[in-house]
Nanobody
Framework: VQLVESGGGLVQAGGSLRLSCAASGRNLSDVAMGWFRQAPGKEREFVAA????????YYADSVKGRFTISRDNAKNTLYLRMNSLKPDDTADYYC????????????????WGQGTQVTVSS
C-alpha cells in the first residue's frame, strides 16, 4: 500500500485548505482511515478518522467543527477539508490506514504516507 498526501501549503489564519491522500497498491474501500499531524518539536497527534463506508467519522476536539474528513472509495482517495485555520494547525499532515481492522474508532494504524506540510500564518 502506498499513500501520497497533497494539498498542503501556506495559508493565512482563517483560511481553508483541502488535503488529499491518494492510495495505490490495494483498494482501501473496506478499511477505516485517518489523518494525523505533527507540529515542529511535538509528538504526532490524531486529527480525524473515517469508517470504510464514510458513514462514521471521529475528530479530535481541537479540530471538531472546523475540519471535515471524507473519502471517495471509487477514487481510492481520502480527504481532509480544513476551514477556519489557526496558526496552531501548522504541522505536517499524514494519512494512514487501519488494515488490521482494529475497531471503531481505530486504535491501530499501519500504513502511512510521507506527509504534506501545512503552514498557517497569523
Amino acid at each position: 500500500v502506498q499513500l501520497v498526501e497533497s494539498g498542503g501549503g501556506l495559508v493565512q489564519a482563517g483560511g481553508s485548505l483541502r488535503l488529499s491522500c491518494a492510495a495505490s497498491g490495494r483498494n482501501l474501500s473496506d478499511v477505516a482511515m485517518g489523518w494525523f499531524r505533527q507540529a515542529p518539536g511535538k509528538e504526532r497527534e490524531f486529527v480525524a478518522a473515517i469508517s470504510w463506508s464514510g458513514g462514521s467519522t471521529y475528530y479530535a476536539d481541537s479540530v471538531k467543527g472546523r475540519f471535515t474528513i471524507s473519502r471517495d472509495n471509487a477514487k481510492n482517495t481520502l480527504y481532509l477539508r480544513m476551514n477556519s485555520l489557526k496558526p496552531d494547525d501548522t504541522a505536517d499532515y499524514y494519512c494512514a490506514t487501519d488494515l488490521q481492522y482494529s475497531g471503531w474508532p481505530p486504535s491501530l494504524y499501519d500504513y502511512w504516507g510521507q506527509g504534506t506540510q501545512v503552514t498557517v500564518s497569523s
